[in-house]
């Protein structure tokens, strides 16, 4: 079974940045597409950002274009998500999948869902 697991998230004020890590043990990350997903308080989980295999094609949901950058270290086996002028609706839990993703959306999560990692932006 295909695990990953979150870490980076935290309390930060608006305008601020975090970066998101994602890690697995057992596989190799730059096997497989990872894609980052969010759940706000009272709503659906969305999906935020992909990468491909390669790191050569991305994916950014409309409401992080130009704040978010994803990529890969394939020498730590880590996928990164750098967020950066956090807005308060960014706030959410945030998880890491194995997904398949194209450059316009991410079509379909493969692994199961971890524990995700909190992100909390507030004054």
């Known amino acids: 079974q295909l695990q990953l697991v979150e870490s980076g998230g935290g309390l930060v004020q608006p305008g601020g940045s975090l970066r998101l890590s994602c890690t697995a043990s057992g596989f190799t990350l730059n096997t497989y597409h990872i894609g980052w997903f969010r759940q706000a308080p009272g709503k659906e989980r969305e999906g935020v950002s992909c990468?491909?295999?390669?790191?050569?094609?991305?994916y950014y949901t409309d409401s992080v274009k130009g704040r978010a950058t994803i990529s890969r270290d394939n020498a730590t086996n880590a996928v990164y998500l750098q967020m950066n002028s956090l807005k308060p609706e960014d706030t959410g839990v945030y998880y890491c999948?194995?997904?398949?993703?194209?450059?316009?959306?991410?079509?379909?999560?493969?692994?199961?869902w971890g524990q995700g990692t909190q992100v909390t932006v507030s004054s």
């Open positions: 990468i491909s295999r390669s790191g050569g094609n991305t």
């Open positions: 999948v194995v997904a398949l993703c194209t450059g316009r959306q991410i079509v379909q999560v493969f692994s199961s």
